[in-house]
Protein backbone atom coordinates (compact mmCIF):
# COMPACT_ATOMS: atom_id res chain seq x y z
CA UNK A 1 0.00 0.00 0.00
CA UNK A 2 1.13 3.61 -0.57
CA UNK A 3 1.57 5.96 2.30
CA UNK A 4 -0.09 9.26 2.40
CA UNK A 5 1.09 12.38 0.99
CA UNK A 6 1.69 14.40 4.33
CA UNK A 7 0.08 17.49 5.14
CA UNK A 8 3.80 19.43 4.69
CA UNK A 9 4.48 18.14 1.66
CA UNK A 10 1.30 18.72 0.15
CA UNK A 11 1.41 22.16 1.33
CA UNK A 12 5.25 22.72 -0.45
CA UNK A 13 3.43 21.48 -3.87
CA UNK A 14 0.59 24.15 -3.39
CA UNK A 15 2.94 26.57 -2.53
CA UNK A 16 5.06 25.47 -5.66
CA UNK A 17 2.34 25.41 -7.87
CA UNK A 18 1.45 29.07 -6.75
CA UNK A 19 4.30 30.39 -7.50
CA UNK A 20 4.41 28.70 -10.86
CA UNK A 21 0.85 30.11 -11.86
CA UNK A 22 2.01 33.74 -10.70
CA UNK A 23 5.19 33.49 -12.80
CA UNK A 24 3.30 32.12 -15.63
CA UNK A 25 0.89 35.14 -15.41
CA UNK A 26 4.01 37.71 -14.86
CA UNK A 27 5.48 36.21 -18.36
CA UNK A 28 2.74 36.70 -20.13
CA UNK A 29 1.71 40.04 -19.54
CA UNK A 30 5.76 41.07 -19.72
CA UNK A 31 5.21 39.14 -23.01
CA UNK A 32 2.19 41.10 -24.09
CA UNK A 33 3.44 44.62 -23.28
CA UNK A 34 7.45 43.94 -24.52
CA UNK A 35 6.71 41.50 -27.52
CA UNK A 36 5.82 43.96 -30.27
CA UNK A 37 8.74 45.92 -29.94
CA UNK A 38 9.20 45.87 -33.89
CA UNK A 39 10.93 48.66 -35.22
CA UNK A 40 9.89 52.05 -36.78
CA UNK A 41 8.96 52.16 -40.54
CA UNK A 42 10.85 54.17 -42.89
CA UNK A 43 9.67 55.14 -46.58
CA UNK A 44 12.52 53.73 -49.10
CA UNK A 45 12.84 53.59 -52.77
CA UNK A 46 14.33 51.19 -55.53
CA UNK A 47 14.67 52.58 -58.90
CA UNK A 48 13.94 49.66 -61.38
CA UNK A 49 14.65 50.15 -64.58
CA UNK A 50 12.02 47.85 -67.00
CA UNK A 51 13.04 46.80 -70.45
CA UNK A 52 10.44 46.82 -73.12
CA UNK A 53 10.94 45.35 -76.81
Avoid: N
Avoid at 22 to 45: C, I, K, N, Q, W
Amino acid sequence: MRRPVKRGKRRILLKFLVILVVLAAVAVVSYAYFGDMSPARSPTETPVTLEFD
